[in-house]
Structures are given as C-alpha cells and as structure tokens.
C-alpha cells in the first residue's frame, strides 16, 4: 500500500505505518501553511499514485473521491470527519476513520486557565500594571482586582462528550460542581447530574458549550436560553459559534445580562466586524481557535489512528502485517 499522509504525523507513527501497510509518502499540509484544497489534493493523488489517505484539514470532497474510488482507507486526524465527503466515500466501500478526543486534554487545559483568567481578572490587572498605574497605596490593586474562586462553582456542560468529560475529571480537585445535557449520554458518572437544556442556563455559574455543527444543532443556543443566564455567570464556547445565536450573546455582554465569556471560535474565521464587536469587549477573552493546538495533540492523533488502522488491519487480515496494492 502506498498511504499519501498530509497531517502532521510524526517519525514513529510514520514508522509504524511502514512497517505495518507499505510505503508512506509524506506531506504535511504544515510545509505550506494551509491545507491542500481540492485539486492540490488530486494532483498530489494522481503524483503519488497513493491508495490510501491521511489528512487533517484538506478538502476531501466528493470529487476527489470520485477520481479515487480505489483509496483502501481515509484517515482524519480530527475530532470528527467534517472535511471528507464521508456519504461519498461509503458509496464506494472507503472505510473513513478519524480521531475523537484528540484535543480533549489541550481544550480542557484551556478552558480551566482561560475560566481562572476571567474569575482572578488576570489579563486586566496584568494591562493595569504594566501600564504603569500603581502608584501610592498598596491596596489599590488588592481592592480593584478582587476576583473569586472556581472552586465550588456549578458547572453546566452543553454536550458532555470527551472534551466536557476531561474537563469534569480536572475539575474534581477544585472541586466544582457538574451538571450537563446531552440527550444521547446515558451511562455517566454519578458524581454529574444529567438535566435540561433550561436548567443548565438557569442555575450555571459557568456554562460550557461542547457541540458538533448538525442539522439540529446549528443556533441552538439561543436569546431564550441567554437569557435565562444569571447576572454573574460565564459563558464559554471552545466548540463551534455556529451553534450560537452571536447576536444574543452579544446584546448579554454589550447590556451587562452576564459577567462575560471565554470564546475561542467565531462565526467568521477570520472575524467579521460584528466579532470583533466580542472580541474587543473588555468582558470577553477571546482566542483565534487555538484551544486544541498543541504539540501533544499531533502525537495524541497518530495513536488514535495508528491503533484504528492496526485493528482495522488485523479484522481485515490483511496479509501477514503487510498490505499489498
């Protein structure tokens, strides 16, 4: 097999790949500094002469499968397969296999620093000193940026997947206190509290969105539930904006309706004028969708993949660990 990889992938998950599948050829979409678009991939396809792909963000679409409907697999190294055509690739027997919970330590380290960093008012009092401004009294900045614990603050997940979960496991030792909806979640923890949509936003000190873009998901966090927000909560979103109603999130912080947000995503990347308009606000920390970028997630993907397409292999008893075009 000649497997074409343009994730990051690294030396000994690449060494595994060839020892186990046959020929890697490797080109990270990283070397360019986007991913491939449509036809670079089918040129890099038709150039390589792969029959087998492992991408990250490339555009896997119906087209390009079309012209390689002999691909044996498509690995994704993401959390879910949302740039592969997958409907495309059932149709002719491409098995499409991606990395769930690759990010959910780096977005959970981020969530709980970026959470503390609004709660302690961190980046202001950092802005207010080296602005120079501490002049006499020495309680001035122990009065101004008096902030608060996490620690025993309600917790209100939206979507309790692997992400929402790692974050309640690193939040025990504060410890705060877990309630999450997710309809399709029915074996959890007894230490978390499963309820409604409603009573999350009602009684949450902190409300964490962590839902997939679908059909059904797509404004559901709406004015209504806003709304029902208490006056000192926190709203995060590390997930995807488009399962926010941005104008209602912004009429909250813009009319003081909650303490602020933590916002990694947007609903134009880059920002439009109207995200801007959040992330310029003094009540919101904003980052440009890094909460899952770190060294270590490229790591935790290739073992993810690697173990898939090794049982993969091994169900498919694929000759004597070596796959032959």
């Known amino acids: 097999m000649r497997i074409l990889v343009t994730a990051p992938y690294n030396d000994q998950g690449r060494a595994l790949l060839e020892k186990n599948f046959g020929e890697v050829i490797y080109r990270t979409w990283k070397d360019q500094g986007r991913s491939f678009n449509e036809e ?3 040129s890099l396809l038709t150039e390589t002469h792969a029959n087998a792909l492992i991408t990250e963000h490339d555009h896997v679409t119906e087209r390009v499968i079309n012209k390689f409907p002999h691909l044996r697999f498509i690995g994704v190294c993401r959390g879910t397969p949302s740039n592969v055509a997958v409907e495309a690739a059932e149709k002719f027997g491409i098995p499409v296999f991606h990395t769930p919970a690759r990010n959910a330590q780096a ?3 981020m969530f709980v620093a ?3 960093n609004i709660l302690r008012m961190t980046i202001p009092s950092w ?3 080296t602005g120079e401004n501490w002049e006499e009294g020495a309680h001035t900045s122990y009065l101004q940026f008096k902030g608060n614990e996490l620690a025993n603050k309600t917790i209100g997940m939206v ?3 692997a992400v929402g979960q790692r974050i309640a496991e690193i939040l025990k030792c504060f410890p705060c206190n877990i309630q999450f909806y997710d309809p399709f ?3 959890f923890n007894s230490d978390y509290r ?3 949509l409603e009573d999350i936003f009602e009684t949450s000190d902190i409300v964490s969105i962590h839902l997939p873009v679908n059909s059904h998901t797509v404004g559901m966090i709406n004015s209504n539930l806003i709304s029902r927000m208490k006056p000192d909560a926190i709203f995060v979103n590390t997930a995807r904006a488009s399962v926010v109603d941005r104008d209602a999130l912004l009429h909250a912080i813009k009319n003081d309706k909650i303490r602020g947000a933590v916002l990694d995503v947007f609903d134009h990347e880059p920002p439009d004028e109207k995200d801007y308009q959040l992330i310029h606000s003094p009540k919101v920390l904003a980052t440009p969708h890094t909460a899952g970028a770190t060294h270590e997630v490229e790591d935790h ?3 993810i993949l690697n173990a898939k397409l090794l049982n993969w292999l091994k169900e498919h008893n694929l000759a004597d660990n070596k796959v032959k075009s």
Do not use: R
């Open 40 to 42: 670079e991939l089918i």
């Open 107 to 109: 977005v959970a380290e």
């Open 114 to 116: 970026n959470v503390i």
């Open 127 to 129: 802005q207010w000193l």
């Open 159 to 161: 979507g309790f997947g």
């Open 185 to 187: 979640l029915e074996e």
């Open 194 to 196: 499963k309820t409604s």
């Open 301 to 303: 993907h290739v073992n």
